[in-house]
C-alpha cells in the first residue's frame, strides 16, 4: 500500500548538513523537523478541548515546524520559507484561498459542511484533523530520519527516528487524558 505522501521525495527534504545540524542546536530543537512545514489558518479556534490539546503535544514535539496563524488576513505565503508545506485550514479560509502556495504538498480543511467530508482532505472534527496531522508530521519525521541515515548522519537520524516513533503515542496519550478529563466533567454535571 502506497503512502498518502508519497508526493514528497527525498529532493524535498534536503540533506543533514552540518550548517542545519548547528542551526537546530542554536534552535534547540537537535532532531526537530528541519525541511517541512505546517501551517495552520483559522484553525485553533475551531477546536474543541480534546483536539486543542492534542496540538499542543504536537506543537511540543515539532515547534520548529508548526506555524499557527489566527486568520488568513495574517498570512503572507511569500514570506513563508520555500519548504514543502502542509495547510491546514478551516473550510472558510479554503473557499477564500484563490492559490495554494507553490510549495504545498497536501491540504487538510476543518470542513463545516458535513456532506464534503471525505476523511482524506476534509475532516468533519479537530480531532480526526489532528490525527490527520499527526500521520503527516510522523511522515515528514521518517523521511528526515532516513535522508540523514542516507547521508552517514547516523546519530540524527536515529533521534528523528525516535521522535517519529513518539508521535502517535504522545497523542494518544493528550487524546485519552482529554477524553478522560471531559468525561470527569461530564460526570458531575
Known amino acids: 500500500m502506497e503512502s498518502r505522501y508519497e508526493k514528497i521525495t527525498n529532493t ?6 552540518e550548517k542545519q545540524t ?3 542546536k542554536k534552535q534547540g530543537t537537535k532532531g526537530g523537523i528541519s525541511n517541512f512545514q505546517f501551517i495552520l489558518i483559522d484553525i485553533t479556534k475551531h477546536l474543541n478541548k480534546c ?3 492534542m496540538l499542543t503535544t504536537l506543537i511540543a514535539m515539532a515547534a520548529n515546524a508548526i506555524i499557527i496563524y489566527d486568520d488568513n488576513s495574517t498570512t503572507d505565503f511569500d514570506q513563508l520559507p520555500d519548504k514543502p508545506t502542509f495547510l491546514i485550514i478551516s473550510s472558510s479560509v479554503a473557499s477564500k484561498m484563490k492559490n495554494k502556495p507553490k510549495q504545498t504538498k497536501a491540504t487538510f480543511i476543518l ?13 468533519g472534527n479537530g480531532e480526526d484533523l489532528i490525527f490527520e496531522l499527526a500521520d503527516a508530521v ?7 530520519a532516513n535522508q540523514c541515515s542516507l547521508s552517514g ?3 540524527t ?3 528523528k527516528e525516535e521522535q517519529a516513533n513518539q508521535v502517535h503515542s504522545n ?3 493528550a487524546y485519552i487524558s482529554a477524553s478522560d478529563n471531559n468525561s470527569i466533567i461530564q460526570g458531575r454535571k
Open 51 to 53: 483536539a486543542s490539546d
Open 111 to 123: 470542513e463545516e459542511d458535513k456532506n464534503k467530508v471525505d476523511y482524506r482532505e476534509r475532516f
Open 153 to 155: 548522519d547516523m546519530k
Open 138 to 144: 510522523y511522515q515528514c519525521y521518517k523521511k528526515e
Open 171 to 173: 497523542l494518544k496519550r
Open 22 to 24: 548547528t542551526k537546530k
Open 157 to 159: 537520524a536515529k533521534i
Open 12 to 17: 524535498d527534504i534536503g540533506s543533514c548538513s
